[in-house]
C-alpha cells in the first residue's frame, strides 16, 4: 500500500468518525412506536422512547412517551427505569400543546425543547427539533459519561442524530454539558 492509500484510508476513517457518532450498540432497536432511543458509554444497553398508545389506540395525553431499558447484555431483556434514571437522567416531562402536538423536555437536559407531533407525510407521531423554524426529525441520542464516581457519574456531552425533514440529510449536532449537568 502506497504512502497516499494510506493516507486517503486514514482520512477516511476520519471523516467516517466525525460523521457517524458513538455508538454502544450496532444498528438499532426495531420497536413498534419507537420514537427515538438512546445510548450511553461504557455499556452496550440501551434507553428506548416509544408512544404511548391507549387500549383504543388514542395516545395517552397524560404520559404521551414511554421509557424504558433494552438489556442487551441479559439477551435484550425489556426493563423499567429505576426511579433515579427516571427523575434525573432518562425520563421526561411533557406538556399538552393541543392540536396533536407535546413539548418534551429530557430529564438529562431541560434546557433543550422536543416535540412529539404527527409527521406531514406519513400521518404517524415522531419527535421532532424545532431550530430557526426548521423541524429536524430526532432518530437517536448517545450519552457520553464520565464515570468519575459510581453513583454520580457526569455527563460530559450529548450528541443528537436527526434528519433534516426539508432535504433527508442526516445531521449531528454536540451539546457539551460537563459543566451543566451532575447526577
Known amino acids: 500500500m502506497t504512502t497516499l492509500s494510506k493516507t486517503i484510508n486514514l482520512l477516511l476513517l476520519v471523516l467516517l468518525a466525525m460523521v457517524n457518532p458513538l455508538s454502544a450498540q450496532p444498528g438499532h432497536p426495531r420497536i413498534d412506536n419507537l420514537l427515538f432511543f438512546i445510548q450511553k458509554n461504557p455499556d452496550a444497553n440501551t434507553v428506548i422512547y416509544e408512544l404511548n398508545l391507549n387500549q383504543d389506540g388514542t395516545i395517552c395525553t ?19 427505569l429505576s426511579n433515579i434514571e427516571r427523575k434525573h437522567i432518562y425520563g421526561l416531562q411533557s406538556k399538552d400543546l393541543g392540536n396533536d402536538e407535546y413539548e418534551i423536555h429530557l430529564m438529562a437536559y431541560t434546557k433543550l425543547s422536543l416535540y412529539l407531533k404527527r409527521s406531514q407525510t406519513d400521518n404517524k407521531y415522531k419527535i421532532y427539533i424545532k431550530d430557526e423554524d426548521i423541524h429536524y426529525l430526532l432518530k437517536r441520542a448517545f ?24 432535504n433527508g440529510r442526516e445531521i449531528l449536532q454536540r451539546i457539551n454539558i460537563s459543566s451543566q449537568a451532575e447526577f
Open 62 to 80: 397524560q404520559a404521551p412517551v414511554k421509557v424504558s431499558w433494552i438489556k442487551y447484555a441479559e439477551d435484550g431483556k425489556r426493563e423499567e
Open 143 to 166: 450519552i457520553k459519561l464520565d464515570r468519575c464516581s459510581f453513583w454520580y457519574p457526569k455527563v460530559q456531552y450529548i450528541d443528537l442524530v436527526a434528519v433534516d425533514t426539508a
